[in-house]
């Protein structure tokens, strides 16, 4: 908040009080001069004398009452409105803006770090400021949303739920753009990802976390449509960032998701770029994988790129359990903008079908990440430290991918193929 602001904030609690001290002064006087009104009333002994003081008197009570009730109204506003500014962040509050400054705010290496999933962090106390509103804007249709995948009965006795994931792929292929995206009468349960990679992560990783997990979405879009983290932030209460350059998504972004929003573009150094506003095809002009042709499309405009150790620096971040990484071909210089002695990334799911990957996946592989599987045109790297989740998602390729195959045969609906 500024000093202004924080000015004018006291300015306007030393008036209320102003006003309130000069009630209770009128209110007070009005007592006392009830009290001499009495002590004269019964001094009098002409009968005339006696009533024409009662009718005063009576005439004094009425207007004290109705002060005193004016009173008690105008303490029950202030004080709500005093309760309502000490609850509620302002919007400038609720959205995380990325200062250009970020990098030398934070604290130097001597400072202990701060844990990505720690109840102390900055990111986890960005969170809870927006949680409460969150709520109150989905009341109760978030719980219903992902009440039957927490419920786990989708699971049984199976640890990799083939029966969730056949309900899952069926709601997926009915619906009207091939998967469950954003129509209502789907019952998805809080799955949205365009190829069902929310499902494979829930079903291999997030489930099994004992706490609650730490992501990243680069970049994030829309707050639900095709989002990668949708259900980890609705359903599991994962903290998260968002990072999104594009101001059509914002919004949504800060009034619908618990994520902290940075309205930045990220490079692999700090920079100012020519940025493509074209939707979920929109990105750094130099780096954009849209054809030539078609490249004419969208509003350009020029704004100021971060790193993504930026975004972790200030966010007071040092471990992240899942990264999303999606920005129309800039992967690589994303991927080139991280301090890897600084933070622990466990898995990063990538796209896969432009042709910086193999340079990318050279990258992954020489910071000690495995190429684990391929879901939909997304490639699921995990580090080779994650020995658990690795034989976990072995165990999926070879065994359970060809079993949910099976499954859907009778409806004749394929999964992608299994790796």
């Not at 001499?36 to 009098?44: A, D, E, G, P, T």
């Not at 844990?115 to 900055?122: E, F, L, T």
Request: glycine share 8%; net charge neutral.
């Amino acid at each position: 908040m500024s000093d202004a602001a924080s000015e004018s904030k006291v300015a306007a609690g030393g008036g209320q009080g102003c006003q309130l001290t000069s009630r209770r002064g009128a209110f007070l006087g009005a007592l006392g001069v009830l009290c001499l009104l009495s002590w004269q009333l019964v001094s009098l002994h002409s009968p005339d004398d006696q009533q024409r003081l009662e009718k005063r008197i009576n005439d004094r009570i009425e207007n004290v009452e109705s002060k005193t009730q004016l009173l008690a109204e105008q303490l029950e506003k202030i004080s709500a409105h005093l309760q309502l500014e000490q609850s509620s962040p302002s919007a400038q509050e609720e959205e995380v803006v990325l200062p250009e400054t970020a990098v030398a705010n934070t604290a130097d290496a001597s400072t202990p770090a701060l844990s990505g999933a720690g109840a102390q962090s900055h990111l986890h106390t960005l969170v809870l400021q927006k949680e409460a509103k969150i709520n109150a804007a989905f009341k109760n249709g978030v719980a219903e949303e992902c009440k039957t995948a927490l419920s786990r009965k989708g699971f049984k006795d199976d640890p990799f739920g083939p029966e969730l994931w056949v309900r899952v792929l069926k709601e997926h292929h009915r619906s009207g753009g091939g998967d469950c995206r954003n129509s209502k009468d789907r019952n998805c349960r809080g799955f949205v990802s365009q190829g069902l990679q929310d499902v494979f992560l829930y079903t291999v990783l997030w489930r099994h976390l004992s706490r609650p997990g730490v992501y990243v979405d680069l970049a994030a879009h829309d707050f639900r449509y095709i989002s990668n983290t949708y259900f980890a932030d609705h359903c599991l209460k994962f903290d998260g960032v968002c990072i999104e350059p594009n101001s059509d998504y914002h919004s949504e972004l800060i009034t619908k998701r618990r994520c902290a929003v940075v309205k930045t573009c990220i490079a692999e150094q700090k920079k100012d770029v020519t940025f493509v506003l074209q939707g979920p095809f929109g990105g750094i002009e130099s780096e954009r994988k849209v054809l030539k042709k078609t490249a004419t499309g969208g509003k350009r405009t020029t704004m100021t790129c971060q790193t993504l150790s930026d975004v972790f620096k200030a966010h007071g971040m040092t471990h992240v359990d899942f990264m999303s990484l999606d920005v129309e071909g800039a992967e690589l210089a994303c991927l080139e903008g991280i301090d890897w002695n600084l933070v622990s990334i466990d898995t990063i799911l990538v796209e896969g079908n432009d042709n910086s990957f193999q340079k990318v996946a050279e990258l992954l592989t020489s910071q000690g990440y495995v190429n684990a599987t391929q879901l939909h045109r997304d490639v699921f790297f995990v580090h080779r430290s994650m020995t658990g989740l690795l034989q976990k998602v072995e165990v999926w390729n070879r065994e359970v991918c060809p079993r949910i195959n099976e499954a859907l045969r009778p409806g004749r609906i394929r999964y992608y193929s299994c790796p």
